[in-house]
Every structure is written in structure tokens, then in C-alpha cells.
């Protein structure tokens, strides 16, 4: 029989240079998770492995520059799921970078949960708490980076309004019907600039019909100071934005 040394050496070996991952990749019974711990350890002192975290490691990656460590994307993945299930996204700047709305790329990266404090702050990565409106899962959190781009849109860092409203149309207008629906299901958990700017935009490309309900959640007198007229989106005024 394979001793629990040499089984976690074979796994870790199939394990693509560069990628990170954690107890549950090697597939572990709980009994072999001492005798796991200290074959761990081995690795890491003889450099085929490192740590980022507790319980997180990568394979490092070797090129005629020396030692490469995983990118950003590969970094933040481990702190997104629990036990296979995804529990978070990432969110923030760095996101509103993917998106193209800043050109700005921070150095600390916002990873947003319903009910856990995701806190990294490592020499590889940092990772900010940030809190997600709606429990996250594999099926809604595209929704909700869209919802979050959306609610800060006044403060993203160096974004360009106009340019930043032609993006947002842009997604949305790729989106399904059902997905539409979905989000603004989703943005009756958010503020009201969010549900108030959301549905401008889809008044714009013409999802007029089922905005009923995404405006009467909105107080009539309120109004919601987005640095946006109507030259940037004429809808805006309709929604109380200004």
C-alpha cells in the first residue's frame, strides 16, 4: 500500500506549475491529514512547493528569469470557495479593471462574502474584506460584480463617466432576458443609487417593460447625485440622476 507520503508526492506532481492549491485538491482521508501535514512541510523545505497561506500552497513556476509566482487570478482563487462550494468574488478595482472601467490596478485586491471575512495580507497577496449583499454562489456572482460596478460607480478610481456608461450598457445589453431579471432581482438587496442607475441603463437599451418593480422600490423624491446627465444617458433624469 502507497504510504500517505509518497500519495501526497504523485498528486502534487500532476499539479501544473504556477497553480495553487489546498488540502482538498490531494484528496484526503481526515485520518491522513497529520502524516499530510508533515510530508507538507518536506516539500516546502525542499522548495517544491511553497506556502501562501495556511493551508494554501503553489507549485513554483521556473523561467530564465528565475522563480515565478501564480498571477493574481491563481492567487486569489483558493479564498473564493470552501470545500468546493463558492462563498465569494472578487470585487473592487481590481475587478472594475477586468471590466474596463479604470485603468487602475490595485495593489490590494476586495474579495466581497455574505457571512465570512476573507483577510489576506501576505508578502504574495493582500486581500481586503469586502461584503456581498446576497449569499454568493457559482450561479449568481457575475450578477452581482455587475451590481457592485454599478453601486460604485461614483467612486471607481479614474474612470471616465461616459466611457464608464457605455461599458455598462455594453454588458448588459449582451445579457439574456432571464439574466436581466435575475440581476434586477438581485439589485432589491442593494441601495437605492444602485437600483436607480441600474434601471437607467436598461430603460436606455430598452428593457422598459419589466422596470415596474425596480422603480416602485425607489422613493419618488429621492435623488441620487451620480455625477451623470442626460448628455452621458438620457435616461438618467427619469430615474432622479444627476
Known sequence: MMSVAKSIEEKISKIKEGQTFTYKELQLDQKQYQSAAKSIERL?????????????????????FGELIPNNEELIKPYLFNKGKRIAYVTGSYLYNKLGLTSQVPQIIKVASFNKEIKI????????????????????????????????????????????????????????????????????????????????????????????????????LSEYALGINKEMLETAENWNIK
Open 44 to 64: 516546502i523545505k525542499k522548495g517544491v512547493i511553497k506556502r501562501i497561506s495556511p493551508g494554501v500552497f503553489f507549485k513554483p513556476k521556473q523561467s530564465v
Open 121 to 220: 495580507n501576505k508578502q504574495n497577496i493582500k486581500i481586503k474584506p469586502a461584503k456581498s449583499y446576497v449569499e454568493v454562489t457559482n450561479k449568481n456572482y457575475q450578477y452581482l460584480e455587475i451590481l457592485d460596478a454599478i453601486k460604485d460607480f461614483k467612486k471607481i478610481p479614474d474612470i471616465n463617466p461616459q466611457a464608464g456608461i457605455k461599458v455598462l450598457l455594453n454588458i448588459l445589453n449582451n445579457l439574456e432576458h432571464r439574466e436581466i431579471n435575475k440581476i434586477i432581482a438581485y439589485s432589491l438587496k442593494y441601495p437605492p443609487r444602485t437600483r436607480a442607475l441600474l434601471g437607467a441603463l436598461l430603460e436606455k437599451i430598452g428593457f422598459g417593460k419589466d422596470l415596474e418593480e425596480l422603480k416602485s422600490s425607489l422613493n419618488p
